[in-house]
């Protein structure tokens, strides 16, 4: 754009486009200010919540990928697996609130996925 600036995305596909070339590039830096010059739209859509997550993943920020994984899961809360993605990366930057959190969360709103997590990774029992 003019002067660096980005012109206005008119759409939720256009800026997914856009910052998913930025990070397959791993320009996350671009990616993450080119998500957050658009946060209205993208905390209505979960694709470019989880994108942006993903970027904070390729630079080891797992607070701020704990931030916008909460985003996405507000976008959209019938994604069970953005729940689960909270319990490890509240785990890795060791946030036991959280993960009691997402798996009270997970256990009223999937309660067959919460059994199947909870068999499969005992470790999470012994969240204080």
């Known amino acids: 754009g003019i002067l660096g ?4 995305l008119s759409d939720a596909q256009d800026l997914m486009k856009r910052a998913r070339r930025l990070y397959q590039v ?4 671009q990616a993450l200010g080119l998500l957050d ?3 209205d739209m993208v905390l209505k859509n979960i694709d470019l919540c989880l994108l942006k997550a993903d970027c904070h993943k ?3 920020e797992t607070k701020s990928e704990l ?3 909460d985003d996405a899961f507000n976008a959209d809360p019938t994604r069970w697996q953005t729940l689960v993605r909270m319990i490890w990366c509240a785990n890795h ?3 036991p609130q ?3 959190w997402a798996l009270s969360r997970l256990k009223v709103d999937f309660p067959d996925r919460h059994d199947a997590f909870v068999s499969k990774h005992s ?3 012994f969240v204080a």
């Open 58 to 60: 390729k630079q080891s």
């Open 67 to 69: 931030v916008a994984l």
């Open 123 to 125: 470790w999470v029992r």
């Open 37 to 39: 010059a658009h946060r």
């Open 98 to 100: 959280v993960i009691r």
């Open 5 to 8: 600036q980005d012109p206005e």
């Open 26 to 29: 791993s320009a996350c830096d």
């Open 93 to 95: 930057c060791e946030r």
